[in-house]
């Protein structure tokens, strides 16, 4: 289900026309749309024609003329519901290119980008820039159409990624189809993030310490709890605009530790025994091409947020002659070529300067602390601990906000009044502990990333162009329902054989399985 886009007439009599848009969540419901009556061309009362056809009427009914053709151009109407604004996402409607860009480079910018260089080891020179060039421009294609599909012709906006897949796909496919991938880049990216964030606090905590330090170390559990303490804090903060300048602080810290550790990689210089050859060259033809798809995925993982776009797009005002996807298409074109800015200096400068020695685990930030942990200053290496521990805190935050969209949502349809400040406090606290108790429980959760992360994939890839063809119904064989179709079944294709490359690894290398023991 969609929502109506909120217009607001010039006023008449002293008042002004607020049309508020119902609330879009996980469950599945329907409003109807009705069209006003004042649409209707012809008055149903003959009475009232006649008297529109008096002089004494024509002042009435060229003011009724114009609100009709005002309304036309707005299009639907539906039932005021005031739901929608008590729900985090679409509570306030400010949002502006700026606040877009901020949160499109929070979110699109992580600790993915770390490990980018590992698919340059398999793929090498030439087939990793092609394909991480080609990944760039399908991805910003998909983000295109998401802005795209966020308001229909007719009006009904969709402020969330599976309102979007059940009105494309029908409510039961939609749902099964997008319901898990969303949850895990929701809650997922949460759990991941905790330990990214607790375990860099460690070891941050160490640099800065060091031997000389007598304070007792805590446990990475400890840290664990240290990071979740202070996400739950920022998680307060009311609504998705209201955490604008949360993701401005994320967007700084991203760039600013994905410029720094490649450009101290660079200024140090290459590594004396360094080999651009790939190593898996006395391996056998199968173990290659399936080093090739997971270098595939490792590509395709590094472009992410694209399950927040609607999300974001839904806390900006819009209307007829001043839709939302402007504002919104402008600030994520400026918030990608900050993307590409990061990323392509990232994979190329450190893989000319690490090549096949780059550590698996870890990816840059591990290269980077073995190899430089002692020609580097101590405060440059600390300085960069600090800042994905930032980022961390930021991220979780735009990240988990869906969560709590919907947790309010449940209790809003069963009370039928606005959340109060107890019970939104109780859902962010409990959504924060429920994120550490997995992230302490399955600390084996990112060895299976590439196997989740190969279902997830054709959110970013996949479903906008599908979606594409089936809203917009495209002429059948003109080159725009073409290119959907070819690169909607090519996503799913891609999803297929980065979750095939996943399990190889998995049954390979094996998976070291340990609850509650993060390491």
Known sequence: MGEVVEVQSSPVAGRTLNIVAPPLQLDCQSISMSRSPLLDSTPKSPFLTRMMMTPVASPMKKAIASMQSYLEEVGHFTKLDPREAWLPITESRNGNAYYAAFHTLSSGIGFQALVLPLAFITLGWVWGVMCLSLAFIWQLYTLWILIQLHESESGIRYSRYLRLSMAAFGEKLGKLLALFPIMYLSGGS?????????????????????????????????????????????????????????????????????????????????????????????????????????????????????NLVLEIQGTMPSSGKQPSRLPMWRGVKFANMIV???????????????????????????????????????????????????????????????????????????????????VRTGIRVFFGCLAFFISVALPFLPSLAGLIGGIALPITLAYPCLMWVMIKKPQRFRPCWCLNWALGVLGMVLSVLVTAGAIWGIVTKGVEIHFFKPQ
Request: aromatic fraction near 12%; proline fraction near 4%.
């Open 190 to 306: 949460c759990v991941t993030l905790i330990m990214i964030g607790g375990g860099t606090m460690k070891i941050f905590f160490e640099i800065m310490c060091g031997n000389k330090c007598n304070l007792k170390p805590l446990t990475l559990v400890e840290w664990y709890v240290v990071f979740t303490c202070l996400a739950i804090i920022l998680a307060q903060l009311p609504n998705l605009n209201s955490i604008a300048g949360v993701s401005l602080v994320g967007a700084i810290t991203a760039i600013s530790y994905c410029s720094l550790i490649w450009i101290v990689s660079i200024v140090q210089g290459r590594q004396e025994s360094v080999s651009y050859n790939p190593p898996d060259r006395a391996k056998s033809q199968l173990t290659r091409i399936f080093n090739t798809f997971n270098a595939l995925g490792i590509i395709a993982f590094a472009f992410r947020g694209h």
């Open 340 to 422: 590409a800015a990061c990323l392509f200096p990232l994979a190329i400068g450190a893989y000319w300067v690490y090549g096949n020695l780059m550590p698996e685990n870890g990816g840059m930030l591990s290269a980077l602390y073995r190899y430089h942990g002692l020609d580097t200053s101590k405060l440059l290496l600390g300085l960069v601990g600090l800042l994905i521990v930032i980022n961390s805190l930021s991220s979780f935050q735009i990240y988990a906000m869906p969560v709590f969209d919907n947790l309010e949502f449940k209790y809003t349809s069963k009370s039928g009044r606005r959340c109060p400040w107890w």
